[in-house]
């Protein structure tokens, strides 16, 4: 990746001066009024403006051309432009993706600068990483543009730790070679150091305290009846050492204020449960809010939790007035549960297919219905559909049967993909029109979730990895894979293996081929249109690090300000010097 | 220095000069210039055969000793000309005070130096004259506020010696203007008055200048070193027309340089000296 890029591109926004330069051109009398006794000395006369000072004409001359010169100049000079140096056109994006990175926005902002990032490296050759407790890939070095856009689309940090030197060491088995590597983070400490090519590190603002409520169940007390039970679960994933006392206030529709609170203390890195005993809700709509010290982030998708109430397939929730308070309550509740589609303005006509508002003469009044989608209602399965089976709405989901998935697999008209997924772990995929029989490995597969597809595949193959006993000699069969999927189309079409860009081997039969001697890290791409299949990490086994060169230093900077790096260097002063230059020629003019 | 303070410095520096005689011969009452008739002077001028009626007391007896004819001694008639100064007022000659000044200091001088000289000073300006009495008073109360060109002062009786106190600066030239004015004079002589920054502008940078003369008239311009550069080639090519026009009616041009700011005393000096070596004036 080489080339000119600028480090501050909001310093672009200086070249409004220009409009204000052209302005004062306008409006501003550069000429001062001088009386002389023979005009027609010093050129032909002309008229002036008997009736008094009016605008005159921009005058497009030297020192109106070299004054926005300077403006333009000085506007690039602020936008900090910064060249970078050639380092084999590879690029590997860390995210950070530990829990913290969710706290302040640091999510967004990292992935907002993770695009522009990936914009300004040249096309191809980019990899996104994602540094948990074990580094994984979110989009190989083959992924293309729009592959590289829809994985980070998909970010979303769920670690409870990042080690960043881990992600940072299998960017570089990667690519095999010296990769530029730049590592998005709001830590400020354990920071990676550069094994190989060049390094820099980006520190997001945002580290403190960092809350989540991570469960919450809601369930018909067996042995009471009447009663029923509230089980939520918070994790502290501060990068503090100390603790953060919450109160958990429960909400009700109903009620204009907190029906309880109750405090909780949790300790760094640990899950705490709480359970609370409630006389039966059953007909309610219950919202869970975590209140944490001002100075605490607690992840806002889980502080605010909409709880149904005992769920059924279809529930039918008699509302006596949808207006006001009571319409946000619902949508703020909704929301939080990130699981359904939320309407803007819950009222009739104008719901989502799964939620919908409509007038129920049962209840005396509106009514919202949620339901849940069945295989016999085609058209439901909107592309994409995750069900997440730790979510609420899942909890009565008999997981054995999965009988609204897995007993009837004729759907029509069904979507590309269904994940079902229980909490972050993955347990069966579809797609379409067939299912894939998959036997996951759940303890090696975090998942980010359906746009994150080439990490979902990666990390599916690092789990087939780990069964192959031995390496470089073993038949790789990609078919075991490949059988159940319908798009590959015959099995004879050829599939090639790569080492970051370069391509080591191929099947031309798409059978079998032999894997490489070295470790590493390979892509494995079938068919045009499906372009990761599989990628084998084999990092941290057999790196041999003492040939990569050691990275002189690395660049820890502020907010989205890149301060260069081992292979940038900072070109502002060549737009400020001609700037003044420019400045001082207009004001050397200017007096002669 | 106020209006009066100058008139009287100007009468003071002019005690010892008078205006320079003319080299033709002038008419007029009774003074010190040489006329051209036969008067009552010291000065011979010529004989004459003797007529019935004539002067018995002219008679050169001797010579009718030694010839036995009648032959008058004719002597030089000694008249008192007229001398017209004429005042430029356009506004151009207030531009800057130091030539307006100078304008004030030199028609007071002058006319301190024709009545040294028994000649008879008229002010002209304004279409009007002003001698006598009223000389004083209208040039203390001169405005310079008319338009550009010259005075185009009521024609008196006889030949007058004439001066004309201008900057020269018409758009259209001082020929016309020169040969008037050298037409029923016995002598002609402009008195070019310049300042300091009309000869060298100062001014560098954006301006807008504007004609003190031409209200409305305006000219945008950089003043850098090439425009003032072309403004010095104007300046130098119309000065030159100014004296070409002189020269083509025998007119004595005597081009004075003043400061842009007020006169001091050695300034009027200055311009004293200068009008006595260019011969406008000459020591008593």
């Given at each position: 990746?080489?080339?000119?890029?600028?480090?501050?591109?909001?310093?672009?926004?200086?070249?409004?001066?220009?409009?204000?330069?052209?302005?004062?051109?306008?409006?501003?009398?550069?000429?001062?009024?001088?009386?002389?006794?023979?005009?027609?000395?010093?050129?032909?006369?002309?008229?002036?403006?008997?009736?008094?000072?009016?605008?005159?004409?921009?005058?497009?001359?030297?020192?109106?051309?070299?004054?926005?010169?300077?403006?333009?100049?000085?506007?690039?000079?602020?936008?900090?432009?910064?060249?970078?140096?050639?380092?084999?056109?590879?690029?590997?994006?860390?995210?950070?993706?530990?829990?913290?990175?969710?706290?302040?926005?640091?999510?967004?902002?990292?992935?907002?600068?993770?695009?522009?990032?990936?914009?300004?490296?040249?096309?191809?050759?980019?990899?996104?990483?994602?540094?948990?407790?074990?580094?994984?890939?979110?989009?190989?070095?083959?992924?293309?543009?729009?592959?590289?856009?829809?994985?980070?689309?998909?970010?979303?940090?769920?670690?409870?730790?990042?080690?960043?030197?881990?992600?940072?060491?299998?960017?570089?088995?990667?690519?095999?070679?010296?990769?530029?590597?730049?590592?998005?983070?709001?830590?400020?400490?354990?920071?990676?150091?550069?094994?190989?090519?060049?390094?820099?590190?980006?520190?997001?603002?945002?580290?403190?305290?960092?809350?989540?409520?991570?469960?919450?169940?809601?369930?018909?007390?067996?042995?009471?009846?009447?009663?029923?039970?509230?089980?939520?679960?918070?994790?502290?994933?501060?990068?503090?050492?100390?603790?953060?006392?919450?109160?958990?206030?429960?909400?009700?529709?109903?009620?204009?204020?907190?029906?309880?609170?109750?405090?909780?203390?949790?300790?760094?890195?640990?899950?705490?449960?709480?359970?609370?005993?409630?006389?039966?809700?059953?007909?309610?709509?219950?919202?869970?809010?975590?209140?944490?010290?001002?100075?605490?982030?607690?992840?806002?998708?889980?502080?605010?939790?909409?709880?149904?109430?005992?769920?059924?397939?279809?529930?039918?929730?008699?509302?006596?007035?949808?207006?006001?308070?009571?319409?946000?309550?619902?949508?703020?509740?909704?929301?939080?549960?990130?699981?359904?589609?939320?309407?803007?303005?819950?009222?009739?006509?104008?719901?989502?297919?799964?939620?919908?508002?409509?007038?129920?003469?049962?209840?005396?009044?509106?009514?919202?219905?949620?339901?849940?989608?069945?295989?016999?209602?085609?058209?439901?399965?909107?592309?994409?559909?995750?069900?997440?089976?730790?979510?609420?709405?899942?909890?009565?989901?008999?997981?054995?049967?999965?009988?609204?998935?897995?007993?009837?697999?004729?759907?029509?008209?069904?979507?590309?993909?269904?994940?079902?997924?229980?909490?972050?772990?993955?347990?069966?995929?579809?797609?379409?029109?067939?299912?894939?029989?998959?036997?996951?490995?759940?303890?090696?597969?975090?998942?980010?979730?359906?746009?994150?597809?080439?990490?979902?595949?990666?990390?599916?193959?690092?789990?087939?990895?780990?069964?192959?006993?031995?390496?470089?000699?073993?038949?790789?069969?990609?078919?075991?894979?490949?059988?159940?999927?319908?798009?590959?189309?015959?099995?004879?079409?050829?599939?090639?293996?790569?080492?970051?860009?370069?391509?080591?081997?191929?099947?031309?039969?798409?059978?079998?081929?032999?894997?490489?001697?070295?470790?590493?890290?390979?892509?494995?791409?079938?068919?045009?249109?499906?372009?990761?299949?599989?990628?084998?990490?084999?990092?941290?086994?057999?790196?041999?690090?003492?040939?990569?060169?050691?990275?002189?230093?690395?660049?820890?900077?502020?907010?989205?300000?890149?301060?260069?790096?081992?292979?940038?260097?900072?070109?502002?002063?060549?737009?400020?010097?001609?700037?003044?230059?420019?400045?001082?020629?207009?004001?050397?003019?200017?007096?002669? | 220095?106020?209006?009066?303070?100058?008139?009287?410095?100007?009468?003071?520096?002019?005690?010892?000069?008078?205006?320079?005689?003319?080299?033709?011969?002038?008419?007029?009452?009774?003074?010190?210039?040489?006329?051209?008739?036969?008067?009552?002077?010291?000065?011979?001028?010529?004989?004459?055969?003797?007529?019935?009626?004539?002067?018995?007391?002219?008679?050169?007896?001797?010579?009718?000793?030694?010839?036995?004819?009648?032959?008058?001694?004719?002597?030089?008639?000694?008249?008192?000309?007229?001398?017209?100064?004429?005042?430029?007022?356009?506004?151009?000659?207030?531009?800057?005070?130091?030539?307006?000044?100078?304008?004030?200091?030199?028609?007071?001088?002058?006319?301190?130096?024709?009545?040294?000289?028994?000649?008879?000073?008229?002010?002209?300006?304004?279409?009007?004259?002003?001698?006598?009495?009223?000389?004083?008073?209208?040039?203390?109360?001169?405005?310079?506020?008319?338009?550009?060109?010259?005075?185009?002062?009521?024609?008196?009786?006889?030949?007058?010696?004439?001066?004309?106190?201008?900057?020269?600066?018409?758009?259209?030239?001082?020929?016309?203007?020169?040969?008037?004015?050298?037409?029923?004079?016995?002598?002609?002589?402009?008195?070019?008055?310049?300042?300091?920054?009309?000869?060298?502008?100062?001014?560098?940078?954006?301006?807008?200048?504007?004609?003190?003369?031409?209200?409305?008239?305006?000219?945008?311009?950089?003043?850098?070193?090439?425009?003032?550069?072309?403004?010095?080639?104007?300046?130098?090519?119309?000065?030159?027309?100014?004296?070409?026009?002189?020269?083509?009616?025998?007119?004595?041009?005597?081009?004075?340089?003043?400061?842009?700011?007020?006169?001091?005393?050695e300034d009027c000096g200055t311009l004293v000296r200068r009008l006595a070596a260019e011969r406008a004036v000459t020591a008593r």
């Amino acid at each position: 990746m080489s080339g000119f890029f600028l480090a501050n591109p909001g310093g672009l926004w200086a070249l409004a001066a220009l409009a204000a330069v052209a302005v004062l051109y306008l409006f501003y009398r550069r000429h001062r009024p001088q009386a002389v006794t023979g005009l027609f000395l010093w050129g032909v006369p002309r008229l002036g403006t008997a009736g008094g000072r009016r605008p005159e004409p921009p005058r497009l001359g030297r020192a109106l051309l070299l004054d926005l010169a300077a403006a333009a100049l000085f506007a690039l000079a602020l936008a900090g432009p910064a060249w970078r140096s050639a380092s084999g056109g590879r690029v590997a994006i860390v995210l950070d993706d530990s829990f913290s990175m969710r706290a302040r926005n640091c999510r967004a902002e990292a992935a907002k600068l993770a695009g522009r990032l990936l914009a300004e490296a040249e096309s191809g050759g980019a990899a996104i990483l994602l540094a948990g407790e074990t580094p994984s890939v979110l989009a190989g070095p083959g992924a293309d543009s729009a592959e590289l856009r829809r994985a980070l689309d998909g970010y979303l940090p769920s670690a409870e730790k990042a080690d960043l030197q881990a992600a940072v060491n299998l960017a570089r088995d990667l690519y095999g070679a010296a990769p530029s590597v730049r590592v998005i983070t709001n830590r400020d400490d354990g920071l990676p150091v550069a094994a190989g090519g060049d390094l820099a590190v980006h520190v997001l603002p945002g580290r403190g305290g960092n809350v989540a409520l991570t469960r919450l169940w809601r369930e018909r007390d067996a042995g009471e009846a009447g009663r029923e039970t509230l089980t939520l679960a918070a994790a502290n994933y501060s990068d503090s050492a100390a603790d953060v006392a919450l109160r958990i206030e429960l909400w009700k529709q109903a009620a204009s204020g907190e029906v309880f609170s109750e405090r909780m203390h949790l300790a760094p890195g640990k899950t705490e449960f709480a359970e609370i005993r409630l006389s039966s809700m059953e007909k309610e709509i219950l919202l869970v809010r975590l209140a944490a010290p001002p100075e605490t982030d607690v992840i806002a998708d889980d502080s605010l939790a909409f709880v149904p109430p005992v769920p059924d397939r279809t529930v039918t929730y008699g509302v006596k007035d949808l207006g006001g308070e009571t319409a946000r309550f619902f949508r703020l509740g909704l929301e939080a549960a990130g699981c359904l589609p939320v309407p803007a303005a819950p009222d009739g006509g104008a719901a989502a297919p799964d939620l919908s508002v409509t007038g129920n003469p049962e209840v005396r009044g509106r009514a919202l219905t949620l339901r849940i989608p069945k295989p016999s209602e085609p058209g439901v399965f909107a592309p994409p559909l995750v069900v997440d089976l730790a979510s609420p709405f899942c909890r009565d989901v008999d997981l054995a049967g999965i009988p609204w998935v897995a007993a009837d697999r004729n759907i029509p008209a069904a979507p590309e993909r269904i994940f079902v997924l229980a909490g972050d772990t993955p347990l069966f995929w579809q797609t379409a029109p067939g299912l894939l029989d998959c036997n996951l490995w759940p303890e090696r597969s975090r998942m980010v979730r359906e746009p994150a597809w080439p990490a979902f595949c990666a990390n599916l193959a690092a789990a087939a990895a780990d069964r192959l006993p031995g390496l470089g000699a073993t038949l790789y069969r990609p078919r075991d894979i490949l059988r159940r999927r319908p798009e590959t189309g015959a099995e004879s079409q050829a599939i090639r293996l790569f080492a970051g860009p370069d391509e080591v081997a191929s099947s031309p039969s798409g059978r079998e081929f032999a894997l490489p001697a070295n470790a590493g890290l390979y892509e494995l791409r079938g068919p045009e249109g499906v372009r990761h299949l599989a990628v084998l990490p084999f990092y941290g086994k057999a790196s041999d690090t003492a040939n990569l060169a050691r990275t002189e230093r690395v660049v820890v900077s502020e907010g989205m300000r890149e301060e260069g790096g081992p292979g940038a260097a900072d070109l502002t002063w060549l737009a400020l010097l001609p700037g003044l230059f420019a400045l001082g020629l207009n004001w050397r003019l200017g007096r002669k | 220095m106020r209006r009066t303070e100058l008139l009287s410095l100007a009468a003071s520096l002019a005690a010892p000069y008078r205006v320079r005689p003319p080299d033709a011969a002038v008419r007029g009452p009774a003074g010190v210039f040489a006329g051209v008739g036969d008067g009552q002077s010291v000065d011979f001028h010529d004989f004459r055969q003797y007529l019935p009626g004539d002067d018995l007391r002219r008679v050169d007896w001797r010579a009718y000793a030694r010839t036995g004819q009648m032959h008058l001694k004719l002597f030089r008639e000694e008249v008192s000309p007229v001398v017209e100064l004429h005042l430029d007022t356009s506004a151009s000659m207030a531009a800057y005070p130091g030539k307006e000044q100078a304008a004030l200091f030199l028609a007071a001088f002058l006319r301190a130096a024709a009545l040294a000289a028994e000649a008879r000073p008229v002010l002209c300006r304004d279409g009007k004259r002003f001698a006598g009495g009223e000389f004083e008073p209208a040039l203390a109360a001169t405005e310079f506020a008319g338009a550009a060109g010259g005075s185009a002062a009521a024609a008196g009786r006889g030949r007058p010696l004439r001066f004309f106190l201008s900057d020269c600066l018409f758009e259209d030239g001082v020929l016309p203007l020169f040969r008037n004015h050298a037409a029923d004079a016995l002598s002609f002589c402009p008195v070019l008055i310049l300042s300091q920054s009309e000869r060298e502008p100062p001014w560098r940078g954006f301006h807008r200048l504007h004609d003190v003369e031409l209200p409305g008239a305006g000219l945008d311009l950089a003043l850098d070193e090439s425009a003032v550069s072309g403004y010095r080639s104007r300046l130098k090519k119309h000065l030159d027309g100014v004296a070409d026009a002189a020269r083509r009616h025998g007119a004595g041009l005597v081009a004075v340089d003043v400061p842009d700011g007020e006169l001091g005393r050695e300034d009027c000096g200055t311009l004293v000296r200068r009008l006595a070596a260019e011969r406008a004036v000459t020591a008593r």
